[in-house]
C-alpha cells in the first residue's frame, strides 16, 4: 500500500508539472523558442500573488483571476518585441537572450524581495486532505492542480484542433511563411501563442506558491522538470507532457521513498534513460528533435 | 575565374595586419608582466587577477564551445564543479592540490567523452537545457558522497603547509598559467586544420558537412576541450577557495558569466572574453556593495549585446579599425591593393 501511495503522490505531482511544462511545450511547437526564463517567470507570478494581489484588494487564493490576463497581456507584448527581435536574429540568439533574462529576473527577485521563502497563503485549505485509507492521504490543493493541469492541456488541444484561431496556430507552427502568404500574420499568431504561454505558466506558479515555499532561485530547477517532461512525452504532443509530467512526478516519488536524497536525481536519471532509449519522446513526431 | 588563376602570383596571403613579431613581442611582456604581479602588485590586487583568470578560463572554453562549434551549453558549471570536486579527492588520497590539477583535467574529459553521446542526440535549446540537466545531476551525485563531504563540502587538505602569503602566490601562479595555456591552446586550435573546420562548420553545417568535414567528431573533441578546460577551472577555483562545497562549485552563476562575459567581449573572437572579462571585474569591483546588481546590469547588457551588436564589443572594435591583436583567419590582397579577410 506504500507503494501506492507513492504513485498516487507521483501523479499528483506530475500534474503539476505537466501544467508547468504545457506552455514551454507550445512556446516550442509554435515559435521554435525555449524560453530559458520560463521558471522564473513563474515565480514571478507566485511573487505577484503574494505582493501585487493585496494591493489591488484580491485575495492570494483568488489572485489567479488578476495575474492570468496581466500574464498574458505580458507575454504577448515580450513576444511582439523582445522575443521577435531575437527569432528575427537565428535561434542562438533567442537561447542567449531568454538565458539572459532568466539570470536578470532571477537577481531583481533576490535584491527586491530578499532570500526568504514565501508562499501564497490559502487560508485553511492547505491543511485539508482527503484520507483514502490509513496510507494514502491526498491533499485537496493537489488535487486541484492537477484537475486544473487537465483542464487546461485538454481545452488548449481542443482549442488548437477545432477552432479557427487554433488552425491558425498550427498552420503559422508548421510553416510560417506560408502561412504568411496565405494572409496571416505571423508576428501575431506568434504573440497570442505567447500569451497563452505565459497565462499558463502564471498558473503554474501561483499554484506554485500555493503548494510549497518558493524563492527568488526556485525558476530554474522548475525549469529542468518542465523541460524534462516535454522531452519525456515527445515535443509537439500535449498529451505526451501530461504523461512525462506524471512519469518524472512518479520516478521522483520513487527516488525520494529510497532515499529522500535521490528525489530530484530520479528524476533526472529517468530523462537520461528516455533520452538514451527514445530520444524523441514517447509520443514524439520522429524529426522534432532536430530544431 | 581566368582573371582569378592568372593573378594569382600577385596574391599576398597573410594573417595579421601588422609584423607577427610585434604579437610575439606583446605576447612575450604580457607574459613577463603577469608572471612577475606576485612581486609588482598589492595583495588585493593578485586575488582580484585569479579570480579573473578563473573566469577568464570559463568564458574560454564557452567562446571555444558556443562561438566556434554552435553548441550553446548552460552546463558547463558542471564541469567546474567536477574538475574542483576532482582535485578535492586527489589531495583528500594524499596528493598534492597543485599536483592534482592535470588530473582534474584529465578526468573532467574522460567524464565528459560518454555524456557527449547522451547530449548530442538533442539539438540547439534542447541540447542546452539538458547540458544543465547533466550538471544538475552530477551535483546530485557528489552530494550523496560522503568522503566528499556531501552537502556542507570540505576544506581542501594539502595546503597546510604553505604560509598564507605563499598560498597566495602560488595559487595566482596556478590560475595565471592555467589561463594562458587555455587561451594560447584556443589560438592554436583555431589556427589549426581543425579550426579551419570549425570556422566552416560555424558559416555553413551542411556545406561543411557535404565536404567531407567530420562535423560530429569534431563537435565531440571540442565538447572534450571545453570540459578539460572548465574542469581546470574548477581545479584552480578549488585551491584559491580552498574549501569546495557543492553550491558554490556547480553554482549556475558560473555558467551565467561565462556566458555574458563571452557575449559582451565578443562571441567568436579570442580576443572577445578577455574584453569581456575585464569589463565584467570593472563593473563587479565598482559595484562590489550592491548585492546582485553586477550581474543584473551585466545580464541586461549581454541581452542587449545579443540584439543588437551579436559580435560583441571587441567585433564592433574590429569592424571599425580592422585590428586583430590574435589573428586567426587570413587576409588575401590583390597587387590593386583589394583586400578580402576571413575569420
Known amino acids: ?291 | 575565374m581566368s582573371e582569378v588563376t592568372s593573378s594569382l602570383e600577385s596574391l599576398h596571403v597573410r594573417r595579421s595586419t601588422f609584423s607577427p613579431l610585434f604579437t610575439l613581442a606583446g605576447a612575450l611582456v604580457i607574459t613577463a608582466f603577469f608572471t612577475a604581479a606576485p612581486w609588482i602588485l598589492a595583495a588585493s590586487w593578485v586575488s582580484i587577477l585569479s579570480n579573473f583568470f578563473i573566469l577568464l578560463i570559463m568564458a574560454t572554453m564557452w567562446n571555444l564551445l558556443a562561438g566556434y562549434a554552435g553548441m550553446v551549453s548552460i552546463g558547463q558549471q558542471g564541469f567546474v564543479g567536477l574538475g574542483a570536486y576532482a582535485t578535492l579527492y586527489f589531495a583528500i588520497k594524499g596528493m598534492n592540490p597543485f599536483a592534482a590539477i592535470p588530473f582534474a583535467i584529465v578526468t573532467c574529459a574522460v567524464l565528459a567523452l560518454p555524456i557527449t553521446y547522451l547530449l548530442f542526440r538533442l539539438r540547439g535549446g534542447y541540447f542546452a537545457v539538458a547540458t544543465w540537466v547533466v550538471a544538475d545531476s552530477a551535483m546530485l551525485i557528489i552530494l550523496s558522497i560522503a568522503l566528499l563531504g556531501g552537502g556542507t563540502g570540505s576544506y581542501l587538505p594539502g595546503l597546510s603547509s604553505l604560509s598564507p602569503t605563499q598560498l597566495d602566490h602560488d595559487t595566482y601562479l596556478a590560475t595565471w598559467f592555467v589561463a594562458l595555456a587555455v587561451v594560447v591552446a584556443t589560438y592554436l586550435i583555431l589556427r589549426s586544420r581543425l579550426g579551419l573546420v570549425l570556422s566552416s562548420l560555424r558559416d555553413n553545417e551542411t556545406a561543411s558537412r557535404s565536404a567531407g568535414a567530420k562535423v560530429t567528431a569534431t563537435r565531440r573533441l571540442i565538447y572534450v576541450i571545453a570540459a578539460a578546460g572548465c574542469g581546470a577551472a574548477g581545479s584552480v577555483l578549488a585551491i584559491s577557495q580552498p574549501f569546495v562545497q557543492p553550491g558554490n562549485a556547480f553554482n549556475l552563476n558560473w555558467a551565467a558569466e561565462m556566458l555574458f562575459v563571452t557575449m559582451v567581449g565578443g562571441l567568436g573572437t579570442i580576443e572577445g572574453p578577455i574584453l569581456g572579462c575585464v569589463i565584467f571585474f570593472v563593473l563587479q569591483q565598482t559595484l562590489q556593495n550592491y548585492g546582485a546588481w553586477y550581474l543584473i546590469i551585466f545580464g541586461s547588457l549581454a541581452v542587449a549585446v545579443a540584439l543588437w551588436q551579436p559580435r560583441g564589443l571587441w567585433g564592433a572594435l574590429r569592424q571599425k579599425t580592422h585590428l586583430e591583436l590574435l589573428p586567426v583567419g587570413y587576409r588575401v590582397r590583390r597587387s590593386d591593393g583589394v583586400e578580402t579577410t576571413s575569420s
Open chain 1, 1 to 291: 500500500m506504500t507503494w501506492v501511495n507513492v504513485v498516487t503522490q507521483g501523479v499528483l505531482i506530475g500534474g503539476f508539472y505537466a501544467l508547468f511544462a504545457c506552455g514551454l511545450s507550445l512556446m516550442f511547437g509554435v515559435m521554435k523558442v525555449i524560453n530559458l526564463a520560463h521558471g522564473d517567470m513563474a515565480v514571478v507570478a507566485a511573487y505577484a500573488a503574494v505582493f501585487l494581489a493585496p494591493k489591488l484588494h484580491v485575495s492570494q487564493l483568488w489572485s489567479f483571476l488578476v495575474i492570468v490576463p496581466l500574464f498574458a497581456l505580458v507575454g504577448y507584448l515580450v513576444q511582439r518585441t523582445l522575443f521577435q527581435r531575437a527569432i528575427d536574429r537565428d535561434p542562438f540568439t533567442t537561447l542567449l537572450v531568454t538565458f539572459g533574462l532568466s539570470v536578470v529576473i532571477e537577481n531583481l527577485l533576490l535584491e527586491i524581495y530578499s532570500a526568504n521563502g514565501q508562499s501564497v497563503s490559502i487560508g485553511a485549505l492547505i491543511a485539508k486532505s482527503w484520507q483514502v485509507n490509513s496510507v494514502i492521504y491526498v491533499s485537496y490543493v493537489s488535487l486541484v492542480v492537477l484537475a486544473v493541469a487537465v483542464a487546461v492541456l485538454a481545452v488548449l488541444q481542443l482549442f488548437l484542433s477545432k477552432t479557427g484561431s487554433g488552425r491558425l496556430i498550427r498552420a503559422v507552427s508548421d510553416d510560417h511563411e506560408a502561412a504568411q502568404l496565405c494572409g496571416a500574420n505571423y508576428k501575431h499568431v506568434f504573440g497570442i501563442a505567447a500569451a497563452i504561454a505565459f497565462a499558463t505558466v502564471a498558473l503554474a506558479g501561483i499554484a506554485y506558491g500555493m503548494t510549497t515555499e518558493f524563492m527568488p532561485t526556485s525558476g530554474g530547477i522548475n525549469l529542468l522538470y518542465a523541460f524534462e517532461a516535454v522531452v519525456i512525452g515527445g515535443l509537439g504532443s500535449l498529451w505526451g507532457t501530461l504523461a512525462g509530467g506524471v512519469g518524472i512526478g512518479v520516478a521522483q516519488e520513487i527516488g525520494a521513498h529510497i532515499n529522500p536524497a535521490y528525489q530530484i536525481l530520479a528524476g533526472n536519471l529517468l530523462f537520461l534513460a528516455v533520452l538514451a532509449v527514445r530520444p524523441r519522446g514517447l509520443f514524439g513526431k520522429r524529426t522534432s528533435l532536430n530544431e
